[in-house]
DNA sequence: TATTGTTATACTCTATAACTATA
DNA sequence: TATAGTTATAGAGTATAACAATA
């Protein structure tokens, strides 16, 4: 008896290879702009003038809170983000960036979504089928 | 004037966007072996019976020689690993696993490899291009 | 001289536990 | 009592620089 989805596996190590192949750029395309790994995903995480509480950075990155205040404190001291206390809860912090947080935002982002080679290779045809499959994986 | 690849980027932000979503999962996994994501990353490059010299570990994780010392101390120190001096240049130090090592790093590869629900409900012809496109861009 | 791996040091990331202020 | 964030602490990952042994 055969299994119904025979190539699922293979597409999963063949993602985890790639995923694997790309990964070990993030740390050195961050340190171009003097930034953690970790501190580009936090001002990935939040768009220009729509606070996000601290709450759920930690969730977003499956850390502890504790581990957000530290963060956002290297963050606050460079200027790139701010605390603002919230109206409705006040024990609630939501993180904003300042307009230096926003250019440096657009430029860590405008780097990162750079397609690589490979990706630049493959056929229009071929683009395009990846990009109706990644669509429907992440519905 | 159109440009050639008009889906790059899109393919490139839904990869990392797929990345970013699955990323949450791999220091839970880790931690189910007590390890880290890291440790669990050299567990794989070291193939049972092929040692590994430590600089190419260095090289493959992108990151400084000094580091693979105090990660390997720690593998070597649960036994997960061995130092083994080279016969033809005695300066290099290959990496092996013990039996146990080799145990645990199937069971890892076992439980990392487990494909994701969302491409499980992909159906298999887009499973088939998917893979047929990752081999091509993995070439 | 150059290279492999180690040591010393410093900083960041991460988790746990105890704490403060608010709900 | 419960929740959001902080502080204190400890361990792990990371880079740089200086070093030992070997090439």
Same mark, same amino acid.
Do not use: G, K, L, Q
């Given at each position: 008896m055969k299994p119904r989805t025979p190539h699922t596996c293979e597409a999963w190590e063949l993602l985890l290879k790639f995923f694997f192949s790309q990964r070990a750029d993030l740390p050195a395309l961050a340190a171009e702009f003097d930034l953690s790994p970790v501190q580009c995903h936090v001002l990935r995480l939040i768009e220009p003038g729509q606070p996000v509480p601290m709450g759920r950075i930690a969730e977003t990155l499956a850390? *502890?809170?504790?581990n957000v205040t530290g963060l956002v404190d290297r963050l606050e001291a460079r200027g790139l983000v701010r605390r603002q206390l919230s109206e409705? *809860? &006040? &024990?609630v912090k939501a993180l904003d960036l300042t307009p230096t947080g926003a250019r440096l935002r657009a430029v860590v982002l405008e780097r990162m979504t750079k397609p690589p080679d490979s990706l630049s290779r493959l056929s229009p045809s071929e683009q395009r089928s990846l990009v109706r499959i990644l669509r429907r994986l992440l519905d």
């Open positions: 850390c *502890d809170a504790s409705e *809860d &006040r &024990r």
